[in-house]
Each structure stands twice: as structure tokens, then as C-alpha cells.
T-cell receptor
């Protein structure tokens, strides 16, 4: 079974530029998550989708971050304009059903450096 | 709100030593508890989980028991190997939250020397 796919793996941009990350979840997984992991910290949830609807985006900095999941499959996370503090690993994850007992599977992450 | 606290790292052990990484949590209701591992340059991998009190999760020689009375989920392994060197994250998922999102601790780096 293919895992969660993310791209690009690495990106370096200047502050105030924009960047987009793409995620393809495991086939059949209705729930998709984007996490931000700053170096030395645990991942923090940015946004959670159930199919193509947003379940939780309470920690998404909406003035600069946006995410969409058209057709309830692939998802894109965009940052515009980027700030230095956005340097982090952006992890996409998916699960079969959004309840606490089901396993959440993570992709390898997209590493962003803002200079 | 819900939170997870882990012992600070880095933890440095010799090969075949006994490992304990402490994890305590604060949560309303009855969360599920998880340990994830992150090897250098890789994403998070589920190591083990427990979904109710007194459950023991185990995998690859690692174990953790869900202790409701002490709100803990400590990770243990009897004999670590160099290949166990990684960052370990304790996490919870609130059963009452239909979204099932994970809340992570800050991570504990483990370094095993030959």
C-alpha cells in the first residue's frame, strides 16, 4: 500500500515569497491533516479536513496560510508571504476515519527554509 | 486544554541498556495514547498505541502501558540498539473529538552508542 506522498521534499525561499506544498493521502483515507513541526518541537496541527470540508483550522495563521482539498483527495498548503519563523517541516498525514482510535499515517514531510 | 509532557532529552545510552522515556498527559475524557518515532531525515512513524486504560501497546521490543491513575504512558525497552537512535514523540488523541487529531509532546531525542 502506498503511503502519504508529499512534494517538494525541500524548499528554500526568501521572506515575503510564496510557496506551495502538495499532499496525496493514502487511498481511501477520508481525513487529511497538515502539521507544522518547528525544529526541536513536536508537530502542531494547522488544519484538518474530513473529505473536502474543514474540521479544524483554529491554529492556521489565516493571514498568510491557506489550504484546500478539492475533490476530497489531494491537498495543497500555501504560504504567502512567507516569514522567517515559517521555517519548519510541513507534515501531511491521513487516516481512514477521523476518530481517536484510528492510526494516523504521516508523509516524509516538506522541509521549508525561509531566508 | 489537552496537553502532553515528555522528559527532556537528549538521552544517551549504551547499547543493550534499559530505556525509559517518561510521558504524562492532561486530557478531558478518555484519550487514546500513542508513541511515534522519527528517524533522521524521515517522517513520523507510529511505534505503538493504546486506546483505553490498562492497555499495553508494544512493537519492536518497545512497550508502554496506559495508566489512567497517573495519567502516564511511559515508553520502555529492555535492551536498546544503535538503530533505535531517533526522536520519540508521545501523543494523545481526544476520544471526544471526532476529528481524532493528535496532540504531541515536544519529543525526546535518543542516542544509543555502541
Amino acid at each position: 500500500e502506498a503511503g502519504v506522498a508529499q512534494s517538494p521534499r525541500y524548499k528554500i525561499i526568501e521572506k515575503r515569497q510564496s510557496v506551495a506544498f502538495w499532499c496525496n493521502p493514502i487511498s481511501g483515507h477520508a481525513t487529511l491533516y497538515w502539521y507544522q513541526q518547528i525544529l526541536g518541537q513536536g508537530p502542531k496541527l494547522l488544519i484538518q479536513f474530513q473529505n473536502n470540508g474543514v474540521v479544524d483550522d483554529s491554529q492556521l495563521p489565516k493571514d498568510r496560510f491557506s489550504a484546500e482539498r478539492l475533490k476530497g483527495v489531494d491537498s495543497t498548503l500555501k504560504i504567502q508571504p512567507a516569514k522567517l519563523e515559517d521555517s519548519a517541516v510541513y507534515l501531511c498525514a491521513s487516516s481512514q476515519w477521523g476518530n481517536s482510535g484510528n492510526t494516523i499515517y504521516f508523509g516524509e514531510g516538506s522541509w521549508l527554509t525561509v531566508v | 486544554g489537552n496537553s502532553v509532557t515528555q522528559m527532556e532529552g537528549p538521552v544517551t545510552l549504551s547499547e543493550e541498556a534499559f530505556l525509559t522515556i517518561n510521558c504524562t498527559y492532561t486530557a478531558t475524557g478518555y484519550p487514546s495514547l500513542f508513541w511515534y518515532v522519527q528517524y533522521p531525515g524521515e517522517g513520523l512513524q507510529l511505534l505503538l498505541k493504546a486506546t483505553k486504560a490498562d492497555d499495553k501497546g508494544s512493537n519492536k521490543g518497545f512497550e508502554a502501558t496506559y495508566r489512567k491513575e497517573t495519567t502516564s504512558f511511559h515508553l520502555e525497552k529492555g535492551s536498546v540498539q544503535v538503530s533505535d537512535s531517533a526522536v520519540y514523540f508521545c501523543a494523545l488523541s481526544d476520544r471526544g473529538n471526532q476529528g481524532g487529531k493528535l496532540i504531541f509532546g515536544q519529543g525526546t531525542e535518543l542516542s544509543v552508542k555502541p
